[in-house]
């Protein structure tokens, strides 16, 4: 082509041979060549090449109770997918409520089913939806094949074959990413509360290594599931899975009720990502991520808040994963980049650094990036501060804030106590923990206070601490044989043995024990039992305890009508009182989930009932012991044949110091 305009430019001249040569520099006929042989559309790079960006919901629970719940899901799955257009949607479990019985008892429901497949299969743009179970999606299904197991047909996913673990690949704008789901639901879905910890079998462990074994070297790998890594039986495997991901996606902790944490986040090892999603059930948050050169940004929004703003590059420094990024390119990156979105027009999108002047950024195309230009060699060591502001059409605006550091050894890691400790502890280590030690109390406590007692009463301050108020109280049960039994003997029992014996799951029968559930012979490895044995001795059972001593107490000791025992009075009715009416909503739990042979053959529940009632029973009707109160006279100096030196028998005298230390 420059070829034939030098020769067009010849015959031109040599048409007019009067007129004066034109000499055409060097320098031109270069400019000429670049724009003729590379056109200016294809002179630069596409900015949307390596990025993609998606979404993330979690715990969505579909229930026919909550309307509006469910009218807010449609409109995030149309409107939402409308203006952001993401590549794909991850939906991280808790599908559906399968909650019944003033959500006292579960089940799965088909109306809560085909709710949410008709929702999500109507959404717009058909854009790629990736879903799998979490535990509510798992209550009272047998197995994977069960009818009960509505996932398999009204799910997005469960219809295609994926029930488990699966991986999607695909590639967007030149990157090829792994998006792997981690499915620990149980094998044996129990009702609820029981499948609250996930679980990773032998067979699901293998499942998951072989879809992780042949990953591309070169892909970029997206990690999600329901189950926190805390909240599993077997957390290292866990994390020794994603360590050669970006990112571990999750829900199932909401925001921990009455804490509110909406920013469970964890950097595991310092470099092994871990982000826990807030609920859509009660919050409605889902989450916007993007991946821009290899490079993660995530932010977690409200329902209806706009704009929604994501600062790509650079990303926050509190995120940077050292070993898993790209060193920063100083070449490559001449642009801040920002992904913006809005559900009507923005106006502007200004970018500032610590604090230099804003600089208006640039649409790229129709699309939701925004560019800005800047010299990032000013910035090159030490933390800095990135601020981008939006508005829009509706005259909303919003800013958002990060810290960045082009050098990684700058930047400081993500860290709150509160959310790092609950995404790094392993809560089954801590179930089983708070079980044995309110076991071994339980168990051992009247023994304990027998021996101290017998052996080592001599001793001034043991004496003295025997003789305080709730110690003399649990001392007097330990002197009544039939509590003394009664009260040891029931938490080791309940240690070991069933808790109720019913239809455990569907119409399959089994038992529940503190370790765990069987169901048609085959062991359930549910964790939630140390939890609830620990919450029952240490309400309901010192409750009771408590006031078989207090009216053994009382009985000895008769008090009168002072401030200190009416005060005394109140404490204990109202300790009893409040333990017995949890004891009567978890007792309702368990007789509406197991059926009339649960109610019968139910030690925890029914049973406990009666025992605590006898024990209290027999409290009113017995005699209260007196061979401690003997024990205490002997360190007041009672003769070895039983007489005082007033000459008073020993059990009279032992009745006159028990009066002394009454107020005590």
Same mark, same amino acid.
Request: aromatic fraction near 12%; proline fraction near 5%.
């Given at each position: 082509?420059?070829?034939?305009?030098?020769?067009?430019?010849?015959?031109?001249?040599? +048409?007019?041979?009067?007129?004066?040569?034109?000499?055409?520099?060097?320098?031109?006929?270069?400019?000429?060549?670049?724009?003729?042989?590379?056109?200016?559309?294809?002179?630069?790079?596409?900015?949307?090449?390596?990025?993609?960006?998606?979404?993330?919901?979690?715990?969505?629970? !579909?229930?026919?109770?909550?309307?509006?719940?469910?009218?807010?899901?449609?409109?995030?799955? /149309?409107?939402?997918?409308?203006?952001?257009?993401?590549?794909?949607?991850?939906?991280? &479990?808790?599908?559906?409520?399968?909650?019944?019985?003033?959500?006292?008892?579960?089940?799965? =429901?088909?109306?809560?089913?085909?709710?949410?497949? /008709?929702?999500?299969?109507?959404?717009?743009?058909?854009? %790629?939806?990736?879903?799998?179970?979490?535990?509510?999606?798992?209550?009272?299904?047998?197995?994977?094949?069960?009818?009960?197991?509505?996932?398999?047909?009204?799910?997005?996913?469960?219809?295609?074959?994926?029930?488990?673990?699966? $991986?999607?690949?695909?590639?967007?704008?030149?990157?090829? @990413?792994?998006? !792997?789901?981690?499915?620990?639901?149980?094998?044996?879905?129990?009702?609820?509360?029981?499948?609250?910890?996930?679980?990773?079998?032998?067979?699901?462990?293998?499942?998951?290594?072989?879809?992780?074994?042949?990953?591309?070297?070169?892909?970029?790998?997206?990690?999600?599931?329901?189950?926190?890594?805390?909240?599993?039986?077997?957390?290292?495997?866990?994390?020794?899975?994603?360590?050669?991901?970006?990112? @571990? =996606?999750?829900?199932?902790?909401?925001?921990?009720?009455?804490?509110?944490?909406?920013?469970?986040?964890?950097?595991?090892?310092?470099?092994?990502?871990?982000?826990?999603?807030?609920?859509? $059930?009660?919050?409605?948050?889902?989450?916007?991520?993007?991946?821009?050169?290899?490079?993660?940004?995530?932010?977690?929004?409200?329902?209806?808040?706009?704009?929604? !703003?994501?600062?790509?590059?650079?990303?926050?420094?509190?995120?940077?994963?050292?070993?898993?990024?790209?060193?920063?390119?100083?070449?490559?990156?001449?642009?801040?980049?920002?992904?913006?979105?809005?559900?009507?027009?923005?106006?502007?999108?200004?970018?500032?650094?610590?604090?230099?002047?804003?600089?208006?950024?640039? /649409?790229?195309?129709?699309?939701?990036?925004?560019?800005?230009?800047?010299?990032?060699?000013? *910035?090159?060591?030490?933390?800095?501060?990135?601020?981008?502001?939006?508005?829009?059409?509706?005259?909303?605006?919003?800013?958002?804030?990060?810290? *960045?550091?082009?050098? $990684?050894?700058?930047?400081?890691?993500?860290?709150?106590?509160?959310?790092?400790?609950?995404?790094?502890?392993?809560?089954?280590?801590?179930?089983?923990?708070?079980?044995?030690?309110?076991? =071994?109390?339980?168990?051992?406590?009247?023994?304990?206070?027998?021996?101290?007692?017998? *052996?080592?009463? /001599?001793?001034?301050?043991?004496?003295?601490?025997?003789?305080?108020?709730?110690?003399?109280?649990?001392?007097?049960?330990?002197?009544?044989? %039939?509590?003394?039994?009664?009260?040891?003997?029931?938490?080791?029992?309940?240690?070991?043995?069933?808790?109720?014996?019913?239809?455990?799951?569907?119409?399959? @029968?089994?038992?529940?024990?503190?370790?765990?559930?069987?169901?048609?012979?085959?062991?359930? %490895?549910?964790?939630?039992? @140390?939890?609830?044995?620990?919450?029952?001795?240490?309400? =309901?059972?010192?409750?009771?305890?408590?006031?078989?001593?207090?009216?053994?107490?009382?009985?000895?000791?008769?008090?009168?009508?002072?401030?200190?025992?009416?005060?005394?009075?109140?404490?204990?009715?109202?300790?009893?009182?409040?333990?017995?009416?949890?004891?009567?909503?978890?007792?309702? !739990?368990?007789?509406?989930?197991?059926?009339?042979? &649960?109610?019968?053959?139910?030690?925890?529940?029914?049973?406990?009932?009666?025992?605590?009632?006898?024990?209290?029973?027999?409290?009113?009707?017995?005699?209260?012991?007196?061979?401690?109160?003997?024990?205490?006279?002997?360190?007041?100096? $009672? +003769?070895?044949?039983?007489?005082?030196d007033d000459g008073v028998p020993g059990e009279q005298s032992a009745q006159v110091v028990l009066n002394n230390y009454r107020d005590v």
């Amino acid at each position: 082509m420059l070829l034939s305009v030098s020769v067009k430019l010849n015959d031109h001249q040599n +048409k007019d041979p009067g007129r004066r040569r034109m000499r055409i520099p060097w320098s031109l006929k270069c400019l000429i060549f670049v724009f003729l042989v590379f056109p200016a559309e294809s002179t630069g790079v596409d900015p949307y090449t390596g990025l993609t960006w998606f979404l993330q919901i979690s715990d969505v629970h !579909i229930s026919y109770k909550d309307e509006e719940r469910t009218e807010q899901f449609r409109i995030f799955t /149309q409107k939402y997918l409308e203006v952001v257009d993401p590549d794909l949607v991850l939906c991280s &479990g808790d599908l559906t409520d399968a909650k019944i019985h003033s959500s006292l008892a579960s089940d799965q =429901l088909v109306e809560e089913w085909t709710t949410y497949h /008709q929702i999500v299969g109507n959404r717009s743009r058909r854009i %790629p939806w990736l879903d799998i179970r979490g535990n509510h999606d798992n209550l009272n299904v047998l197995n994977r094949q069960s009818e009960n197991n509505l996932f398999r047909n009204f799910s997005e996913m469960g219809p295609r074959g994926f029930q488990e673990s699966y $991986k999607h690949t695909t590639r967007i704008r030149g990157q090829t @990413y792994n998006f !792997i789901a981690l499915d620990a639901t149980l094998d044996v879905g129990l009702r609820f509360p029981f499948n609250f910890v996930g679980d990773f079998p032998d067979h699901q462990q293998a499942r998951i290594r072989n879809l992780t074994g042949n990953l591309d070297s070169g892909s970029l790998n997206i990690y999600f599931g329901h189950y926190p890594s805390s909240v599993v039986r077997q957390p290292e495997f866990l994390l020794d899975t994603v360590d050669n991901g970006l990112v @571990y =996606l999750n829900g199932h902790l909401h925001d921990l009720a009455l804490l509110r944490m909406h920013d469970m986040y964890a950097m595991h090892g310092g470099n092994n990502l871990e982000l826990e999603l807030c609920d859509w $059930k009660e919050n409605r948050v889902y989450r916007l991520l993007a991946v821009d050169q290899g490079f993660l940004s995530f932010t977690d929004e409200k329902f209806e808040t706009w704009p929604v !703003i994501l600062p790509t590059v650079p990303k926050n420094s509190e995120f940077l994963l050292a070993g898993k990024e790209p060193d920063f390119d100083f070449r490559m990156f001449s642009s801040i980049r920002v992904l913006a979105f809005s559900d009507v027009n923005i106006t502007s999108v200004d970018v500032q650094v610590d604090d230099g002047e804003p600089i208006r950024a640039v /649409q790229e195309g129709e699309g939701p990036l925004y560019t800005a230009p800047w010299d990032p060699q000013q *910035f090159k060591t030490g933390l800095h501060r990135l601020t981008v502001r939006v508005a829009d059409s509706k005259n909303r605006s919003r800013i958002a804030e990060q810290m *960045f550091a082009l050098d $990684k050894t700058a930047a400081v890691p993500f860290h709150r106590v509160l959310p790092s400790l609950v995404l790094s502890m392993s809560i089954p280590t801590l179930f089983q923990a708070v079980f044995y030690t309110s076991a =071994l109390f339980s168990i051992f406590i009247l023994p304990l206070l027998k021996a101290l007692a017998h *052996f080592c009463a /001599q001793r001034s301050w043991i004496s003295a601490f025997l003789r305080c108020c709730l110690v003399r109280r649990f001392l007097l049960v330990a002197s009544c044989p %039939p509590l003394f039994w009664l009260f040891s003997g029931y938490p080791l029992f309940l240690a070991v043995g069933p808790w109720v014996v019913g239809s455990i799951v569907e119409s399959e @029968y089994g038992a529940v024990f503190t370790w765990g559930s069987v169901v048609s012979t085959e062991y359930v %490895p549910s964790q939630v039992g @140390y939890l609830y044995y620990f919450v029952h001795f240490v309400t =309901l059972h010192p409750a009771v305890l408590l006031l078989c001593g207090h009216i053994l107490d009382c009985k000895s000791t008769p008090r009168g009508s002072s401030l200190y025992v009416k005060i005394s009075h109140c404490a204990v009715v109202t300790y009893v009182l409040c333990s017995t009416l949890l004891a009567g909503l978890l007792a309702l !739990i368990f007789w509406l989930q197991f059926g009339p042979l &649960g109610f019968f053959f139910g030690p925890l529940r029914t049973w406990s009932f009666l025992f605590y009632s006898a024990c209290v029973v027999y409290s009113v009707r017995t005699r209260p012991s007196t061979q401690y109160t003997g024990i205490l006279l002997d360190d007041q100096g $009672k +003769k070895s044949d039983g007489e005082t030196d007033d000459g008073v028998p020993g059990e009279q005298s032992a009745q006159v110091v028990l009066n002394n230390y009454r107020d005590v």
